[in-house]
């Protein structure tokens, strides 16, 4: 397989320089692999996740990758997944007896007018 393995990572940062919001994550095989996406507390409910997710799946457009890998728990942002458009592969009941981990997808689609790479 290529090793073309890329770190991928997104911040929202405040003109302080804080940082409020972050996705963490890689690039390889045509793929986005999302590891960590949060947003602070006190910063939620604003848009700022769906920027970081959209900047994230921008670049990893750039890069030539055409899928977004990642995986959620049941108590976290399964319903704001599937608002940006990803839909749910496999589950994984149980953990730690009583949640359940979703593994979601998305197709990535270029911009018109915007060449592939």
Same mark, same amino acid.
């Given at each position: ?12 940062? *405040?003109?302080?320089? @804080?940082?409020? $919001?972050?996705?963490? &994550? ?9 590891? +960590? ?15 970081? *997710?959209?900047?994230? @799946?921008?670049? $990893?457009?750039?890069? &030539? ?9 049941? +108590? ?15 589950? *994984? ?25």
């Amino acid at each position: 397989m290529p090793k073309d393995v890329k770190p991928l990572c997104v911040f929202d940062r *405040l003109a302080s320089g @804080e940082i409020v $919001a972050g996705l963490t &994550g890689k690039t390889y095989w045509n793929y986005l692999d999302i590891a +960590f996406l949060w947003v602070a507390d006190t910063y939620r409910n604003q848009g700022r996740a769906t920027a970081i *997710l959209r900047a994230a @799946e921008n670049e $990893a457009v750039h890069r &030539g990758c055409q899928h977004v890998l990642l995986d959620t728990y049941c +108590f976290q942002a399964l319903g704001f997944y599937e608002k940006q458009g990803y839909t749910e592969f496999g589950t *994984l009941d149980h953990f730690t007896g009583e949640h359940t981990r979703h593994y979601l997808r998305k197709r990535l689609q270029l911009k018109k007018g915007e060449p592939q790479r």
